[in-house]
Structure formats: structure tokens, C-alpha cells
């Protein structure tokens, strides 16, 4: 049985020295220095922040810019050389924001006139943004005081109930409103069949 030399030995030594520490830079952010990628949302945090690609990375803190953050987002991550963690905000999706046309609660329906008119709708925009615009009616039918015309999923409302002018049949003005528990209704109405009255608006989502 030939027996390897000292030297060979210790050749062989410090390469797989070298490939362990390879390894250990390559795996350590004091190492290899910072860097940044795609990852997805799979917790919100109550404190605020999220954890990413099932929770292997936890307690990623938002910039102010990421707002309404959702599980499912695809954000943009990065970390620091001491190992913590950043995100930046969501990827918009190569389609774009999409519009969400909702169920209109009895008797209100998308405005059946002539024309080109806007049916109700809303969408959430990357920085958190949600807009709603669209022009219905009340059918013909009487409503008056405050009338509910659908409701907003979660990740969508605000923090608070918010209110915004509108106009309705005659340039009347009436009042817009968005309850935090996602409802969206007009309020102030006079008695009496609504033959079109605009929503208009957006505001910031809550964030959790």
C-alpha cells in the first residue's frame, strides 16, 4: 500500500479549507457584502413588517413607500451587510393594474344611459393607492339618507371612514362615503329615484 507524502496531504488540506470558506462567504451577508432580490410575501406582520418566501425570511422591514403590503406580493428585498433586511416594494405586474368591477348592492346599477359612461369599478396601484370611479343609478327606484352600493375586499379600505363630495341628477351635491369596514355609500340623499350620481375618488389602504 503506497502512502501519500506529507506535502500532498496538506495540498489537499488547504483546498478543502479553501472550498469551506467559500462556502461560509458565499452564505454570510459580513462576507460576501449586501445584495438584493425577488422574494414573495407569505406573512404580515402586526408590527409591520413582513416575512417572505414562506417565512425563511422573517421581520423584513418596509420602506414608506410600500404601502398596503398583501401576502402573495412579489417584493423587492435586500440586506445589509450585518444581515438585516429591507423591502422595497412590490414588482407591479407586467399586465398592469388591473380594474375590479364589483356586485352593486340593490337597487343600484351601472348607469343605462346613452353614451360612453364609466360602469363602477377599482383598483389598488403599487404605492398603495386605491381608485374608484364609475357612474350608476338607483334604477328608478326611491332611496333617500344613506344607501350602500358595495363593499370594498380587505386590503382595499382605509383606516377610517372617509367622506367625498359627488354630484348626482341636477348637479346636486351629495356625499361620498368609504367606511373603513370596506363599505362604500352615499349619504345625505333626498327621497326620491336617482337617474345617475358619479363616484370619484381614491385614498391609501390601510397597511394591515
Not at 83 to 105: E, F, K, Y
Not at 170 to 198: D, K, M
Request: hydrophobic letters at 40%; one cysteine or more; proline letters at 5%.
Amino acid at each position: 500500500m503506497t502512502s501519500r507524502s506529507g506535502q500532498g496531504v496538506h495540498r489537499d488540506l488547504a483546498w478543502a479549507m479553501r472550498q469551506q470558506a467559500k462556502r461560509t462567504g458565499q452564505s454570510t451577508p459580513s462576507v460576501r457584502g449586501s445584495d438584493w432580490r425577488l422574494a414573495t410575501v407569505s406573512t404580515v406582520n402586526s408590527d409591520g413588517t413582513v416575512a417572505a418566501d414562506s417565512d425563511t425570511v422573517p421581520s423584513i422591514r418596509r420602506l414608506a413607500t410600500y404601502q398596503a403590503p398583501a401576502v402573495g406580493d412579489v417584493i423587492v428585498i435586500s440586506q445589509s451587510s450585518t444581515g438585516n433586511w429591507v423591502a422595497h416594494g412590490r414588482m407591479t405586474a407586467a399586465t398592469g393594474d388591473a380594474w375590479v368591477s364589483p356586485s352593486l348592492t340593490s337597487p343600484w346599477i351601472n348607469y343605462p344611459g346613452g353614451g360612453n359612461y364609466q360602469p363602477a369599478r377599482y383598483k389598488k396601484l403599487a404605492d398603495g393607492m386605491v381608485v374608484i370611479e364609475g357612474l350608476i343609478a338607483s334604477n328608478s327606484v326611491s332611496v333617500s339618507g344613506v344607501s350602500n352600493i358595495f363593499t370594498l375586499p380587505a386590503g382595499y379600505r382605509p383606516t377610517a371612514t372617509l367622506v367625498f363630495p359627488t354630484i348626482n341628477t341636477g348637479n346636486a351635491l351629495r356625499q361620498l362615503e368609504i367606511v373603513e369596514t370596506g363599505v362604500v355609500r352615499f349619504a345625505a340623499l333626498p327621497a326620491g329615484a336617482v337617474g345617475y350620481i358619479s363616484i370619484s375618488c381614491s385614498f391609501l389602504a390601510a397597511t394591515t
